[in-house]
């Protein structure tokens, strides 16, 4: 099965007597080691289909299927669990915790989902030298530059081993010599794991570089 499936996804957001159907019947499949990039206007919906695909919010109507699971019907329990394991969030800014180091940001995640801390150290710190972020490990969030934080934070995403990452934007607060050296990172890291990405953006020149393009035209997923 793809690693995403969206069929049919609907969701309307409703305030008083105002409507507005955001996605009116989305499609979407992507498979392992697809590197897709999202591109449409502010207001036309992606960080609601991103909400979606990553179960963080549920559609109207239609499903949504996670390595073939139709995730509808399941539980929040499970679909936290599924979350946990199967999908990796990046958004536009960074969200590592501030008070702790770039290891130990990638450190808890793993601890969560039932790794000895030693594991999760190993773990971490073999994330963070693929990343170019060996000498970094120790460096909170606020010593690490933009580029480096991102870098992290697309780390974290992943440290837990998932099939799918979700990305909003995650070059959009960065110049575009540092955008090009986290995307890089990033589609490196699909590329050798056979993650499949859907990433939100407004940069031209990256979704340019991306296996697909794909935008939303009146709530529905059309291929560029
Ligand atoms: P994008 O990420 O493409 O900018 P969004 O998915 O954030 O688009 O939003 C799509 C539309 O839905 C926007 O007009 C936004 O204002 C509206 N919207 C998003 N979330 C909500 C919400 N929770 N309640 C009401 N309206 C919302
Ligand atoms: P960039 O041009 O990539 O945004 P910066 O000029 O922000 O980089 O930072 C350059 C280097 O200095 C980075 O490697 C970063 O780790 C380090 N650095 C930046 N801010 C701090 C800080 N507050 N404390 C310690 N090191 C820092």
Not at 130 to 155: C, F, N, T
Request: hydrophobic share 40%; proline share 4%; with cysteine.
């Amino acid at each position: 099965p793809p690693t995403l499936q969206l069929s049919g996804v609907q969701r309307t957001y409703r305030e008083g007597e105002g409507r507005l159907d955001v996605l009116t019947g989305a499609d979407l499949e992507i498979a392992a080691g697809e590197l897709v990039a999202l591109v449409a206007p502010s207001g036309a919906g992606k960080s609601t289909l991103l909400h979606i695909a990553g179960l963080l919010e549920r559609p109207d109507e239609g499903e949504v299927y996670i390595n073939g699971t139709a995730c509808g019907s399941l539980r929040d329990a499970d679909r936290t669990r599924i979350r946990r394991l199967d999908i990796g969030f990046v958004y536009q800014f960074h969200h590592l915790l501030p008070e702790f180091t770039a290891v130990e940001n990638l450190v808890l995640p793993q601890m969560i989902c039932g790794l000895s801390r030693a594991e999760a150290a190993t773990r971490a710190e073999q994330l963070l030298a693929y990343m170019r972020l060996k000498d970094r490990g120790d460096h909170r969030p606020a010593e690490l530059s933009g580029g480096e934080r991102q870098r992290v934070a697309i780390a974290r995403a992943v440290v837990n081993a998932p099939r799918l990452v979700l990305a909003d934007e995650p070059t959009g607060n960065l110049d575009p010599r540092t955008s090009a050296h986290v995307f890089d990172a990033l589609a490196a890291l699909v590329r050798a794991t056979g993650l499949a990405a859907l990433i939100a953006t407004h940069n031209l020149e990256l979704a340019g570089r991306m296996d697909r393009r794909i935008t939303l035209q009146e709530g529905r997923v059309v291929e560029i």
